[in-house]
């Protein structure tokens, strides 16, 4: 247990000054968005597809009020609901498509590197393909393909978009594991298992997973601020998640486009203000960690030395 | 390269080139200050080659990097170095950098690292010269550089080969004569030969032997390898935890080894004429808090009890040199009782090194 | 898996217990990326050529050579882990070079390697508990609790005691003369019979190195083991071994037993090394003749014996060629000024063409008469060097003139007193000894 909470604790045992509190800053923002996800239900005073309330309709395109604090939209939604269960749905596309990218591209990567050869020339070749194609562009496609292609239910929508953002971010860990797999596999004590009988499964998984997986969290972190971005520009263009499915800020942001023109601000901007802020405190967290992790980025903490005065007698 | 093996010369002329007084290098950790080096003193004659001895953790590429002003970030020294009359570590870093290369110089373990892979070796050989002499023509490089490698055992012929297209010993040559070929007063060489093959070795601690004829440089050789020291020095100094505890000519030192941690230390040697295995109990101590007394009481199979408590006071040893320790004196400064043998806690495998 | 109990002394029978015939192990050349991009030919290593060894049961044998010398690679092939390319290594009837690898990884741990780098060796991510329990866990031992008790009981016998002080460490917590003993530990805690310990005590302090070379001693005693002891350090061979090897790119040039090599060494390499060793005793300081050059590069490795171009007695049979010629006539040059080497390099003119191994090659740029000269001149230098013996004729041809060497004899291991050596000093007829 103690060497749990010592490992959720070296980020900021081992930072000091701006990159702590790129860190401190950045988890704070993302557990606001956390809990909101997570208490959506009890926090937001609608529920996102709600038009009406005690048998009375809302009024369309209402300036923010008592009522609705941030306004209604068009659709008579209620823009602060839409806005905290828009984090719900940001949160789950993103944990998904990581869990899916991790669960994928990591045993790919180690495979990969540990066996060489013509596996690994085929997966790279594969992956570097997939890595130079505009990763927007291969969401579209992939949006397409896989809307109305999966079982239908509530969660199809998110499911699909997350396995097209998985997609897209699968090359980036399958090449950190397997280069980090290249190097590590030559140090002796990956040796020194096989001299005491070690298979190769029990090498990756023993050996050479725990050495290799260090900067996952760090990718993850990073591509999640990213895959906040996609997901939003998807919802844009109206791929992906329906309105009726679930609350999504991109698509919201698409509606709000109308409004614009007609003075109406309140509709695009707090969608448009959860984007910037989830975005901004997810890439602090991936900075703040990157600098803990890495060791080519982290710096020594240095304190001044004190020397004591001489002693007399030496 | 066979070298008739004479008697090397033991040059006196009085006046030191490079003299130590009461330096210190420490290091600053969260836990503490680190204090590798804490109050040395030693002198070094012109051509002279001291040999720096010491189980590792002990200070000795510290000092060296501390004599040279290469020292990282976070670390802090004081005392006085004087080279040729000036103060070198009070001075400017500007005025340091131009002491380096010119009339210091440094020879590292690892030479693949510190050339570049990209430069010709005659590159590399214009580039210092160059940054210390800018007047130099390119001949008069060419004559120079030659010259120094014509030393080093390395054919002209490959004045144009890039550093990879050596071998590991001529690396290390190569280094060498780039180390002097501005023929510095005082070269310090940091474990110059623990990477290389045992002939490989035998042929640069030649070299080493060799250097103070043919270039007159102070060389402080730093080596945990005894049998190098006997073999290419002409004075040693002993480290243990940041201190030297003894010093003088190799002759005397080995053959009369008057503190504990120098027998202790060639006794340990493994040679060719090792009948039984001898060991130091325990590791070197943690320099952020060194034991009090002397560093060495806990593994000292001679410590008194004046040991554990007074720090000792450097004396002029028998035969020349310098010693700290209770057992040579002075008797008149240890406190009634200091004698006793002083009772040593078993020391497990755990405080190993 | 038919298998003696475990951690008994093996009994002492008379049967060698690794017999290792006619071994090679080569190795395609990747090469590094710089000899890549630089185009450099890939060629193959014979990193092991032709070696024999008989391991008895208990005795300590020294493979004792510079690196190169394909001392590393023996003893990983006997694990398995560099495989056979010719030959074979016998283990209690069974031929390793010829094991599947389900059947080598069984057999692992009977055969058990100690490394040089003890920071290396071990996991970083491992605690010293899983780092040597996990031998046991590989070979199927799955209860945790199982583990422990004999992870303990090898942690006392590595000395590393009290062991609830180390079960929970990770190698970076330790020293290295702690982290050696953890290696040693989970080597010896499958219960084998063959150690092979490459340069053991190599990365260690000199204070550290007697205690680490006493616990193999004392682990020999009580386990019954057999070490192959690899190291480039005579000094602790002789103290160490029975039963010494001296290799050199790839072969054993000289094996017999510890006194026998060192009252009398043969071989002209065995020689050298004990020149080589410093002695900490100042009084002690021996004249030095010490061979020049390095380890030739294994993939093109000297014609004859691969130790002539460094060897002071070789003779004109040992397999002079071209590239002694070039060594030759560089070293030369190291002595002379600038202005006699310009004018000198003039008349040889092309000198890389000698890096291409032949017993007959061509040098000069300015007429056979100057060609001549200069070789005079190198050879009034000069006039001991052995290359003078190896060369048969010297003929005018084109603007220089051509130099012919004798056709080498690669010497085969023959008997020679007490030992085996491989040098043409040493034919089967001597009767010597």
Partial sequence: MRKVFKALAKPFTETAGLARWMLVIGIVITAVFVICAIFAPLLAPYGFDQTSADGVQFVKREAPSGDHVFGTDRLLFDVLSRTIWGARTAIEVVVLSIVICVFVGVPMGLISGYYGGWLDRILLLIMDALFAFPSFLLAIVFAFLLTNKLPSGGFSGVLAVSLSLSVIYVPQYYR???????????????????????SDFVIMRRYLFGNVVQSVPVIGTLNAADAILTLAGLGFLGLGIQSTEAAEWGHDLNRALADAGSGIWWTGLYPGLAIVLLVTGLTLVGEGLNETINPTLRRRRLLPVVMTPREGDR | MSVEFVEPPYVDSGEPVISARDVRVWYGTTRGAIRAVDGVSFDLAPGETLGLVGESGCGKSTLGRGLMGLLPQGAKRDGEVWFKGREILGMKAKDNYRLRGHELGMIFQEPLTRLNPLMRISDHFEESIKQHDPGATKDAIRARALEALRLMGIPPTRYRSYPHEFSGGMRQRLMIALALVLRPSFVVADEPTTALDVLVEAQIVQILNDLRRNFHTSLLLITHNVGIVAEACDRVAVMYAGRIVEQGRVTDVFENPQHPYTRELLRSTISLNTTGLNFIPGSPPDLVDPPDGCRFHPRCPDAMAVCATKNPVTLDRVGGGRVECWLVGPHEQIPPGGTQPLKQEELAVADEA | MPTKPEATPTTTGTGPIIDVRDLAVHFGLRGSSLARLFGRDAGTVKAVDGVNLTLARGEVVGLVGESGSGKSTLGRALLGLAPATAGSIVFEGQDLAT???????????????????????????????????????VHGMRSAEERRVKVIDALERVGLSPVELFLEKYPRDLSGGQKQRVVMARAIITGPSVLVADEPISMLDMSVRAKILQLMLDLKQDLGLTYVYITHDLASAKYFCDRIAIMYLGRIVEIGATEEIFANPRHPYTKALLRAIPDPDPGRQLPRDLPRGEVPDAAAPPLGCAFHPRCKEATPTCGWESRDLRTLVEAHWTRRSPDEYGAERAVV?????????????????????????????????????????????????????????????????????????????????????
């Fill in chain 1, 176 to 198: 950190v594991v397997r280069n980090t797999t290249v190097s590590a596999k030559e140090a002796t004590y990956v040796e020194a298992a096989r001299a005491i009988g070690a």
């Fill in chain 3, 99 to 137: 094991l599947s690898r389900r059947r080598l990884r069984d057999l692992r741990r009977h055969i058990q390697m100690v490394f040089q780098d003890p920071s290396a060796a071990l996991n970083p991510a491992m605690t010293v508990e899983e780092a040597v329990g996990d031998a046991l866990r």
């Fill in chain 3, 349 to 433: 003119g092309d000198i890389d063409h000698f890096d291409k191994p032949a017993t007959s090659t061509t040098l000069g740029a300015q007429g056979a008469p100057a060609a001549r000269e200069f070789l005079d001149r190198v050879r009034i230098e000069a006039p001991d060097d052995p290359i003078w013996g190896g060369i048969e004729s010297i003929t005018d041809d084109g603007s220089g003139v051509r130099v012919h060497f004798h056709e080498g004899i690669d010497p085969a291991l023959r008997r020679a007193g007490g030992v085996e050596v491989a040098c043409v000093l040493y034919p089967e007829t001597s009767t010597e000894g």
